[in-house]
């Protein structure tokens, strides 16, 4: 009795700001501790099962708010984005524009010097053989008087030179005397002929490396 008297007694001292946060103090610790079945309080939030989906979280860059269970870890990594819409390589026109130019192979095929140059050449030193200037100096093919000599060509593709890869590996002695033709002819109007035996008196057993200046 004594105890009611006394709590009695101190409420009514209180002003009525300091009984209204009281109040509120008390509301909010029975919520959290509350386990009625038709009441939702922090810990029924806290305790429901979660769905949520994640991987869409991850696709919108929510990596920092993703929650993963002990079999999401588990499994499988799989891609951010879906590339399940991708065109497989049978398909992929960019696959087709590559085999129309290569022929159907991975390597050159062709022996016209023309469609050799225009294909492995033309990149660099531009499709008349004028030649440019950008990352590096391409020299022009041209109107250049070193493209008289056949074997000066034909050494530079079997071996490379400077920034140029060599092309010991991509092209057989027929095609480099296609494409040396090409050079010598039509890009410079040189009567010279160029056969593949020209090529073989060049061609030797050990390719350099990848770098040109090996």
Known sequence: MNTIIMKITIMKSMTPKMLMIMLLSSSALLGCSQKAGDVETIASKHDAEQTVDYQASRNTGSWGAVYMSRDELKAQ???VVDDSS?????NDPIISEWEAKFEGSNAFITTDGKKLYHDSCAGCHMH?????YGAGYYPPLANNSKMQSKYYIINILINGFRGMPSFHMMMNDAQMAAVTQYVVSDLNGYTDTV?????????HANPPGYDPSE
């Open 77 to 79: 990594p799989i891609n």
């Open 86 to 90: 991708l065109p497989n390589m049978e």
């Open 128 to 132: 008349k053989g004028e030649g440019a």
């Open 195 to 203: 056969t593949a035996e020209d090529v073989a008196k060049l061609r």
